[in-house]
């Protein structure tokens, strides 16, 4: 059958499984647009205030499903607008396909109005881009995209198409959606040298990153480290999968990593570091950073191994198929010694610090949205302190249930995050941590949840500063406090209600359960504003270049 450019697009992603994708119209996306407006029984597109929250909504929808997100946007600004979306996807290995409309095949190169070279701008930050200039090759190169975006180390991949290509006429056949085939593992004899490894070592540490979740390996993770005993730590990119609280849990690692895990890291002689890349938010010192361990990496990326810690072994391939390789290949084994030493750093190291700052405080913050949330819903956060706090008090149990952007750090990011979990769970609560400094970067996405009736409560931590930043002034530049204490006058609750959500304000622990309580009961979203002292700090701290002999504890 012959289909125009932009029905072949819609077909192409209804075939691959797309069910919802999230943009924003423009004059070179309108045959896309068209095509879209006769399918929306099967899709339903999520109209968002800015190409960049579309995207972010895209990367939360994956990050919560595990699925490919998609994003279309228009040329030009549309589709620079997605770049800092796209590179947030590509630096946490989210799959996401990104559709670009670009002006016609006659008119690029010549500086037309809104002509952008999206393909050269996106490069460094995307697996795989395409320009499209045959309408014969448009179907195949879509399932390419979905096929690169979701295997191996996931990542986004963009797909650029000009207006009169999405205009012109072709025979189209329907094809198979692409499932991702078995998963290729490291050898047997790569796996048993790891549990001779094991089997010889005394103070085993194992450290896991967001290669865990995208392998959905979380299962097999639990009953190889309960089978062996082996404490367990996790970068920011792995919350959620190990069960806080648990004997075996030692928490975040790193630069505002507990001190628990920093200093087993630090004495451990045997480190497993599973689907984590070594960054420098984590091995802060790479040269000090396990100095007593054989380290052996497992990951899927070859281009990761070695790349920034010197390691003993590598393991390379897909972590589900060799952890379920790995536990028949070890022994159950007792641990009192090391065990009893981590424990006791538990009980010696308290991560609440300045007990006497007034006013409800971070830790009760993320206590009670940990307890009232349930296992169910998500959590997304900006970046910066509040960040920090989600990761070391939120409590979340449950792999895809902490969304948050680790390696490109991006501000902005929570709110369209949210909006993208909010619509991949069906209903249930997704909260939305953020600061006074991130909110005001996306706050314009709140009428992107309120037209959808979205149940995204924001709770927004109000120190009046940009905190992360206002505390190294203070702790490493001589309390030289410039552009971090912007004194925003902003009314969060009149700003909410102006929007259609319903707004709160929480000075104390007790106003704050009532607060998120009111939100869950209701529907559609909140706002919560929670002023809290700029005297609060995110503890303890390794500076760059630290090891956690040289941590700031207070």
């Known amino acids: 059958m012959k ?19 999230f943009g924003y119209p423009g004059g070179a996306a309108l045959n896309i647009y068209e095509a879209l407006y006769h399918r929306q029984d099967r ?27 998609v994003i279309l946007a228009t040329s030009g600004p549309g589709a ?72 191996g180390r996931r990542a986004p991949v963009l797909v650029d198409i000009p207006k009169d290509i999405t205009a012109a006429l072709c025979e189209f056949t329907p094809a ?20 001779a490894l094991l089997e ?35 970068t920011i990119m792995g919350t959620g999968v190990i069960g806080f609280g648990d004997g075996l849990d030692m928490g975040l690692v790193g630069m505002h990593g507990s001190m628990t895990a920093n200093c087993a890291i630090d004495e451990t002689d045997l480190l497993l570091a599973m689907g984590t890349r070594f960054s420098d938010r984590v091995a802060l010192n790479p040269r000090d950073f396990a100095p007593h361990a054989a380290i052996v990496q497992f990951d899927i990326d070859e281009s990761e191994i070695r790349k920034n810690v010197l390691i003993d072994l590598a393991v390379l391939g897909d972590l589900k198929m060799e952890l379920r390789q790995l536990i028949p290949l070890i022994g159950e084994k007792d641990r009192p010694e090391w065990l009893n030493k981590i424990a006791s750093w538990k009980k010696e190291y308290d991560l609440v610090n300045g007990k006497d700052i007034p006013g409800i405080r971070p830790h009760e913050i993320m206590a ?29 149990t449950r792999p895809r249930g902490f969304l948050t952007s680790g390696g490109l750090g991006t501000m902005g990011f929570g709110y369209g995050a949210a909006i993208g979990a909010a619509v991949a769970l069906g209903g249930r609560p997704v909260f939305h941590i953020t600061s006074d400094g991130s909110f005001h970067m996306n706050m314009n996405e709140a009428c992107t949840a309120v037209s959808n009736k979205l149940k995204v409560i924001t709770v927004i931590l109000d120190n009046r500063v940009l905190g992360m930043v206002h505390q190294w002034q203070r702790d490493f530049y001589g309390r030289h406090f410039i ?61 760059n270049g630290g090891t956690v002999r040289s941590a700031i504890l207070e």
């Open 43 to 69: 899709i339903k597109h999520y109209l968002a205030a800015h190409e960049q929250g579309a995207t972010h909504a895209a990367d939360g929808y994956a990050r919560a499903t595990g699925k490919t997100g």
């Open 176 to 195: 198979p959606r692409w499932t991702e085939p078995k998963a290729s593992s490291a050898p047997v004899s790569a796996l048993e040298k790891v549990a």
């Open 80 to 151: 620079t607008n997605t770049v800092t979306g796209i590179a947030t996807a590509y630096l946490d290995s989210v799959p996401m396909v990104v559709i670009t409309a670009n002006v016609g095949t006659s008119l690029i190169g010549k500086d037309s109005f809104q002509e952008v070279f999206i393909v050269g701008i996106t490069q460094p930050v995307t697996k795989h881009n395409y320009a499209v200039r045959d309408i014969t090759k448009l179907a195949e190169t879509l399932r390419a995209a979905f096929r690169i975006a979701g295997s």
């Open 368 to 396: 009670v949205i940990g307890e009232k949330g349930g296992p169910e819903a998500a959590i997304t956060t900006d970046v910066g302190q509040h960040q920090m706090w989600a990761a070391q008090f939120c409590k979340k």
């Open 200 to 234: 010889k070592a005394e103070r085993p540490v194992v450290c896991f990153g967001g290669g865990i979740i995208s392998s959905e390996a979380g299962e097999e993770l639990v009953e190889f480290v309960k089978k062996a005993k082996l404490p367990t730590c996790h």
């Open 483 to 543: 552009a971090t204490e912007p004194e925003r006058e902003t009314d969060y609750v009149k700003v909410a209600e102006g929007f259609g959500a319903r707004g709160f304000r929480a000075e104390t622990r007790e106003e704050f359960e009532k607060a998120v309580g009111a939100a869950l009961a209701g529907g559609g979203p909140s706002w919560i504003v929670c002023p809290i002292s700029r005297d609060e700090k995110v503890l303890p701290m390794i500076p």
């Open 3 to 21: 289909l125009t450019g932009a029905e072949i697009i819609i077909e192409v992603l209804i075939e691959q499984g797309v069910t919802d994708i």
